[in-house]
């Protein structure tokens, strides 16, 4: 008796597994060797920073002529010099570079025009009357950068991102996110950032705002590699000449320009 | 005789008792007045003054771009002191505006001519004087009057919306109550300039006064007629207004004309007869001031770009702290942070509350209790336009029919969990557009 069950049973279970490998073999979908091997080398962790639906949408794209080789930003320059091996292709090597929120206007900081209520999301903020902050560059506080964010590089800490360079890769996916476009991808070599954008004049900043720059053009001044220029009322530095000595950052009256001493946040020191 | 009214809404305490019998009453000339060059839907109006310059009372200031734009005109006699960038108190921009400061004479300008024989007008010539005098919708949208009264399909009723059923405004019933000839004679031009065949004036019940006054007015015309409205919001809604006299639904996506109604203001009708008949540009509205906040609530006529704050004084200041300052109805209306933000052609109440009546409520999770289903206007499903909203998916809460969303705020009256519908649509509707 029991022997019959074992028999009927394991037969069906041949017989599908017979149909199931020759299906399998008759409708395979052929793949090229060299997308396999790409989507080996790509980290696999689908985070999206590359603009493709996951690591094998990118593999797919590699293939393509003139195809942008360089795009995995989590797997930084090892990554890219793998896959140009494979392709046998030239890759540009982009520097490593990491996400700056322009905006020290924390809580207590930047003034607030009104008490917002209702959804904690800055484009939704922003949509009502243009935000809750006095400043019309500074930072709105939701923290929808954080959210977006694939690697868990930012933390809201009292109504401002702070960005962690170890974590960051500098996919600039927060960048698209931030309604005000405060965010910016620089590179890590660059240490000495002014953290304000706005194009107010210095009376009007510093009725907004203690850490705003004022346009006073101190840091002009000082520096020794004319690295700075005053654009607009906002101090801007020219990376092409900035050595980072940190003069400006000391000279600084409003602490808006900041020297980011370690691999830490700029935040984390300020 | 018999109450018409439309499916679902809600009940709101009306509070219309603070202003009721308010006759509307001439506010003081301001000191300044700051005019947006933008006040309607559409394009800006372009500056003609330059800073420095002279200007009378119902001089045209701002010369109409394109078709769907209106001329801008001073509300004030006396001297332009800038031309910049003002707050718009709605969209909350800053907006290109003329600053005028008054010269306290109130002169007018010449007044533009007179067409007591409107009957021998043409359509397009009605357009264009109404046009030229700045006339918007002005229930709250502001839209072009002009292009309303020249729709390209065939209109043949004409509504007029008395019915004005946000809470605490009382600015309509007003002027129905002191000016129902004139009111008449504007839905009678806009019956001709339409050439519709039949007019209905709806007004809610609880305007006793109003209704008793048209009624006597409407008496006289063969082709008017008078339909009173049970308590409703969002009855003043032109598609539930249809939908509750006539019993038409204007399909979604669609506009009044393709059912063949066109729905007007009673104020937006008083204004074109001052236009057509006595040849007087749009310079001032009926604006409500009330609320506990304010010492004397009062119906005011206000010259357009009157700051907020100037109304509040001529209302005998606030009564005590103030905690919300409302520029329009409580369900619809922009709360504003800054009291100097003028008056603008759509702008029909100020409401002021002091700083206990307002609440702070915290956000919680949709628990699909479905009051907003039962509530909304539309026949929308609110919550999940608000999740899919939520989740950013706007694909998803495209597919909910947001678009057809009115945003009357009746889904977030009755929430129990508090979630900012309304906040969502716009915002949903916002990231469709880019």
Same mark, same amino acid.
């Given at each position: 008796?029991? $022997?019959?069950?074992?028999?009927? $049973? ?23 060797? !060299? ?11 689908? /985070? ?66 009104? !008490? ?10 922003? $949509? ?84 705003? /720059?004022?346009? /006073?053009?101190? /840091? ?7 690295? @700075? ?27 808006? @320009? ?13 | ?434």
């Amino acid at each position: 008796m029991i $022997l019959n069950s074992i028999l009927f $049973l394991g037969g069906i279970g041949l017989f599908f597994g017979l149909g199931l490998a020759f299906i399998g073999k008759k409708l395979a979908v052929k793949r090229d060797p !060299t997308e396999e091997k790409i989507l080996q080398i790509l980290p696999g962790s689908n /985070c999206g920073a590359c603009g493709f639906a996951g690591c094998a949408g990118y593999a797919a794209e590699c293939l393509g002529e003139n195809a942008d080789i360089g795009k995995c930003a989590l797997g930084g320059e090892k990554v890219v010099r793998q896959i140009s091996d494979v392709l046998g292709r030239e890759a540009k090597i982009k520097e490593d570079s990491v996400a700056v929120v322009f905006c020290q206007g924390k809580e207590g900081v930047s003034k607030n025009r009104f !008490t917002y209520q209702g959804i904690t999301d800055c484009s939704a903020a922003n $949509l009502i009357s243009e935000g809750n902050k006095e400043c019309e560059w500074a930072c709105l506080g939701f923290g929808t950068c954080m959210e977006v964010c694939p690697f868990g590089a930012i933390r809201m800490d009292e109504g401002i991102p702070l960005i962690d360079e170890e974590k960051c890769r500098g996919c600039g996916i927060c960048i698209a996110a931030c309604p005000r476009g405060l965010i910016t991808l620089i590179s890590k070599r660059h240490r000495v950032y002014v953290l304000c954008r706005s194009k107010e004049k210095g009376k009007k900043v510093r009725e907004m705002c203690k850490k705003g /720059c004022i346009g /006073c053009g101190l /840091c002009v001044k000082v520096c020794p590699m004319e690295a @700075i220029q005053l654009k607009d009322n906002l101090a801007v530095i020219d990376y092409d000449k900035c050595n980072n000595c940190g003069k400006c950052v000391e000279k600084c009256p409003t602490k808006s @320009i900041v020297l980011n001493k370690s691999s830490l946040s700029v935040q984390f020191l300020s | 005789m018999k109450k018409f009214t439309f499916k679902a809404g809600v009940h709101l305490p009306s509070y219309k008792k603070l202003t009721v019998g308010e006759e509307i009453k001439e506010t003081s000339i301001p000191q300044q007045v700051v005019i947006l060059l933008s006040q309607h839907i559409g394009s800006p109006a372009q500056s003609i003054v330059s800073k420095g310059e002279k200007v009378k009372v119902g001089q045209k200031i701002g010369e109409a771009q394109g078709n769907i734009s209106v001329s801008v005109h001073s509300s004030i006699s006396g001297e332009v002191i800038d031309i910049c960038p003002q707050l718009h108190p709605v969209s909350g921009k800053k907006v290109l505006s003329v600053i005028i400061k008054s010269d306290g004479q109130d002169e007018w300008i010449e007044k533009g001519k007179e067409h007591k024989d409107y009957f021998r007008l043409s359509s397009k010539e009605i357009c264009n004087i109404i046009k030229e005098a700045g006339i918007v919708g002005l229930g709250g949208a502001a839209f072009p009057t002009h292009v309303k009264l020249s729709p390209p399909k065939d209109v043949d009723i004409v509504i007029l919306n008395g019915v004005e059923c946000e809470p605490y405004l009382s600015g309509d019933e007003q002027l129905m109550i002191k000016y129902p000839v004139e009111i008449i004679e504007g839905l009678k031009i806009i019956m001709q300039t339409v050439k519709a065949s039949w007019g209905i004036v709806g007004i809610e019940d609880n305007k006793p006064r109003a209704i008793e006054l048209m009624k006597k007015e409407i008496a006289k015309q063969p082709n008017i007629s008078l339909k009173i409205l049970k308590e409703k919001y969002p009855q003043g809604g032109e598609k539930q207004l249809i939908k509750a006299l006539l019993n038409r639904e204007v399909p979604s996506g669609g506009l009044p004309m393709d059912v063949g109604v066109l729905v007007d203001n009673v104020g937006t009708s008083f204004a074109i007869r001052e236009a057509v008949i006595r040849g007087l540009p749009l310079v001032s509205r009926v604006v409500t001031v009330s609320g506990w906040g304010v010492f004397y609530p009062k119906n005011l006529r206000v010259r357009i770009g009157s700051s907020i704050s100037f109304l509040i004084e001529e209302c005998g200041g606030f009564s005590f702290v103030p905690g919300k300052v409302i520029m329009g109805g409580p369900m619809m209306g922009i709360t504003q942070y800054n009291l100097e933000v003028p008056v603008v052609k759509g702008t029909s109440g100020i409401l002021v509350f002091g700083q206990k009546e307002v609440k702070k409520e915290n956000i919680r999770d949709c628990i699909r209790c479905s009051k907003c289903i039962d509530v909304c206007p539309m026949g929308l499903v609110p919550c999940m336009i608000a999740l899919y909203a939520e989740n950013q998916d706007w694909e998803k809460a495209k597919g909910y029919n947001l678009l057809d969303c009115i945003e009357c705020g009746a889904c977030v009256y009755v929430c129990p969990a508090k979630r900012p519908i309304v906040q969502y649509v716009k915002w949903a509707k916002e990231k469709l557009k880019c």
